[in-house]
């Protein structure tokens, strides 16, 4: 028995762990953009965008980091139930920092200068992306507020998801670089967008097998 009790420890944080990994490459990459904006670095061609306009970059930088390090460990069961306490502050404040990052990110997509490729299609996505997220995270709060347990869990969920597509995304475009070479525009764009299809779909997926699924009214 206690070995089962122990497995069922590990497994409980097999999720919250590989959600985390699946940030690393994002956080990292934030985490070096926020060094250059407030270290002083040389201002160059490539970086100059985010150097016209850093709050809106750091806001989303800190927020998305945050949301997504903190919020894998609401998926962790056995710890959620342990400290309930611990997760609804958590949770109201990672609503919080989901908005910073959904609202910073349809900022940047509308107003911020975007490099070559990064409008038309994929501007699309970012919008798309950025809304549901915010449409999910509002949702899931007034769920919660009526006591609608399983209505929050799922929308929180697909909230998560949309979120954490910026991990997905390190995962398309490494595979596609790997086999075929650095993506044209429009292939970048697709892959980008098909990291969101299937955060999506695999939260949609879960949502279904544990019976979350309810509609939005």
């Given at each position: 028995?206690?070995?089962?009790?122990?497995?069922?420890?590990?497994?409980?944080?097999?999720?919250?762990a590989?959600?985390?990994?699946?940030?690393?490459?994002?956080?990292?990459?934030?985490?070096?953009?926020?060094?250059?904006?407030?270290?002083?670095?040389?201002?160059?061609?490539?970086?100059?965008?985010?150097?016209?306009?850093?709050?809106?970059?750091?806001?989303?930088?800190?927020?998305?980091?945050?949301y997504?390090a903190?919020?894998?460990?609401?998926?962790?069961?056995?710890?959620?139930?342990?400290?309930?306490g611990?997760?609804?502050?958590?949770?109201r404040?990672?609503?919080g920092?989901?908005?910073?990052a959904?609202?910073?990110?349809?900022?940047?997509?509308?107003?911020?200068?975007?490099?070559?490729?990064?409008?038309?299609?994929?501007?699309?996505?970012?919008?798309?992306?950025?809304?549901?997220?915010?449409?999910?995270?509002?949702?899931?709060?007034?769920a919660?507020?009526?006591?609608?347990?399983?209505?929050?869990?799922?929308?929180?969920?697909?909230?998560?998801?949309?979120?954490?597509?910026?991990g997905?995304?390190?995962?398309?475009?490494?595979?596609?670089?790997?086999?075929?070479?650095?993506?044209?525009?429009?292939?970048?764009?697709?892959?980008?967008?098909?990291?969101?299809?299937?955060?999506?779909?695999?939260?949609?997926?879960?949502?279904?097998?544990?019976?979350w699924?309810?509609?939005?009214?």
């Open positions: 028995m206690p070995e089962d009790l122990a497995a069922a420890r590990r497994t409980s944080w097999l999720v919250p590989g959600l985390i990994a699946l940030s690393f490459v994002p956080l990292l990459a934030g985490g070096i953009r926020l060094t250059e904006l407030t270290g002083g670095a040389e201002i160059t061609q490539a970086n100059a965008r985010f150097f016209a306009a850093p709050a809106p970059v750091v806001a989303h930088i800190v927020a998305v980091s945050v997504s903190v919020g894998a460990f609401q998926f962790a069961p056995r710890f959620r139930r342990r400290r309930r611990w997760h609804r502050a958590a949770g404040a990672l609503v920092f989901g908005l910073v959904a609202l910073s990110g349809l900022w940047m997509t509308a107003f911020a200068e975007l490099p070559p490729g990064d409008d038309g299609l994929l501007s699309v996505f970012r919008w798309v992306a950025g809304t549901a997220m915010l449409g999910s995270l509002v949702l899931g709060f007034v919660v507020r009526r006591g609608e347990v399983r209505r929050h869990r799922a929308w929180m969920m697909r909230a998560y998801a949309i979120g954490a597509g910026a997905t995304q390190a995962v398309t475009q490494g595979v596609w670089i790997a086999a075929a070479g650095e993506p044209d525009h429009l292939t970048r764009a697709l892959l980008l967008g098909a990291a969101w299809a299937i955060n999506a779909a695999v939260a949609e997926a879960i949502i279904r097998r544990r019976g699924r309810v509609s939005a009214a």
